[in-house]
């Protein structure tokens, strides 16, 4: 992490991506929350923006919940794995995408 960065993580809610690599069938929707390496919490919402939009073509419905990340907070494995491996190249993790097939 770079020396003035803080971590921050998010709850957003996208709606399916339009690329075929990150599709899934019968999806109108997901949630995931994102952790991610910012030096304030505009910069980390351009991050995520420009991740999930940009690069993976998930449109974003809402971002909520943009709070400084707790270490102490009850995250899944995988999610903790992911924290693990930021770096300031790709200083953004994700925990697995919860999609849902009704509204």
């Not at 770079?2 to 957003?12: D, H, Q, S, T, Y």
């Not at 899934?24 to 991610?36: K, W």
């Amino acid at each position: 992490m770079k020396k003035n960065n803080k971590r921050w993580m998010c709850l957003v809610h996208v709606l399916p991506s339009t690329l075929e690599e990150y599709s899934t069938p019968d999806a109108m929707g997901a949630f995931v929350v994102v952790v991610g390496d910012a030096e304030n919490k505009q910069d980390f919402l351009d991050i995520v923006h420009d991740c999930l939009e940009e690069k993976m073509k998930f449109p974003i419905l809402e971002i909520e919940d943009v709070e400084l990340f707790d270490s102490e907070r009850d995250i899944s494995p995988e999610l903790e794995s992911s924290i693990k491996n930021l770096l300031p190249i790709f200083p953004i993790a994700f925990s697995d995408f919860c999609y849902y097939t009704e509204k």
